[in-house]
């Protein structure tokens, strides 16, 4: 299933005499070690000693290590350097603040700063509904985390999750135009977490939740809502639910079922695969078995959430006892947003024809790709190397923009189903097939239809 990735990207600077042919020599132990080569230079060549700059993609840190040592190997060349293209892009972080306004000369300070800037508080004091209109309010999101949840890593820290949080403002600015700033708090108390960003709101115009664990961001998440006059948004829960929805209605128009007919195994009950639920069942689904790292999920425990005590009693009818094989018997849709490698072959081979598998753990889904694809019509992935991407690019930069422009406070399910819906029409029926059941994150249509889908549920 590997294959190489330009998130391991390496540059490796090489010294050999001209006439060990070392462009040559070093194009062969790069190839023969599995590698891909995306950019040779010479950079230097003198009588004695070539340089050159090879890069190259690897499947992982461990590959790029045995690239370097392949390359050492030759008794002609010398491996200089070796730069992780990755940790370069990183350095410095990956946003920075920029002046709207030209401030070249006193006149600029005088109506930028002081004095000229004190009728402008005086004017919000007075009417603070004009903090929206005269402040950066109306354009900017806070990515809050505690990094209790971060990508696959786990609790990683504040300080660790700092590069994702960046990474999401990047995105937010590309993609919507969004100002977003990471907002990354050291503690994982809910209630300082609360209160953190209770007092932290005006300066934003609506908060955007991540990588915050279960049961936890349920909480807080409910809470901010009915704190706050902004919009709140778990991109971990809503985000990705959209977006499995959206992938979902193209793939059922596909295989020609339809949602409330089918039956549908989800592995993983938390953030991500209870808000999943949550938006099929409100689009019309009827028949969800959940599991979760403990099994079957079929009943409440005494310190259960709210949504986990939701998900109980919305899914597992029939009272289903068994093992996640069990359940895949027959199965029309899998949907995996728990951990690698939790599925056999056999499975898939077992679920009904044309059957509709989404396997999104990340790096590792729950079924190899290409083992799945030998017997269910539709494969998606929450990787880039592979076609039918799920990637919450697609849902959050065009949520905010709706929810920003259309001055919403609340964010509702049916906001939730309409972006997934304007996620999925971005695909024609002409295009539509086995491999490209969602649009690419690059089509500039997508946030520019989810924004007005929101604003029209608002």
Known sequence: ??????????????DGPPSAQPVAEITAAITAAGASITALDVVESLIDRVTVDVSCDAFDSDHADRITAAISQ???LTVRKVSDRTFLLHLGGKIEVQSKVPL?????????????????????????????RLTIKRNTVAVVTDGSAVLGLGNIGPE???PVMEGKAALFKRFADVDAWPVCLDTQDVDEIVRTVQIIAPVYGGI???????PRCFEIERRLRELLDIPVFHDDQHGTAIVVLAALTNALKFVKKDLANCKIVISGAGAAGTAVARLLVASGAKHIIGFDKDGLVHESKINDDVMRQWFVENCNPGDFRGSISDAMKGADIFIGVSAGNVLKEADIEAMAPKGIVFALAN???EIDPAIARKHAAVVATGRSDHPNQINNVLAFPGIFR???????????DEMLVAAAFAISDCVSPDQLNANF???????????????AAVRSKG
Do not use: C
Request: a neutral charge; proline letters at 9%.
């Open 402 to 412: 709706g929810l920003l422009d259309g001055r919403i406070h609340k964010i509702t």
């Open 363 to 365: 790096p590792d889904p």
């Open 104 to 132: 070249k000369t006193r006149d600029d300070l005088s109506r930028a700063y002081t004095p000229g800037v004190a009728r402008i508080s005086q004017a919000i004091a007075a009417d603070p509904s004009d903090a929206r």
């Open 208 to 214: 955007n939740l991540e990588d915050i664990s279960a």
């Open 160 to 162: 660790a999750a700092l």
């Open 1 to 14: 299933m590997a294959s190489t990735s330009p998130g391991y990207a390496i540059t490796i600077r090489v």
């Open 437 to 451: 059941i969602i649009p690419s994150v690059f089509d500039p249509r997508v946030v520019t239809a989810v924004a």
């Open 74 to 76: 030759n008794p002609l």
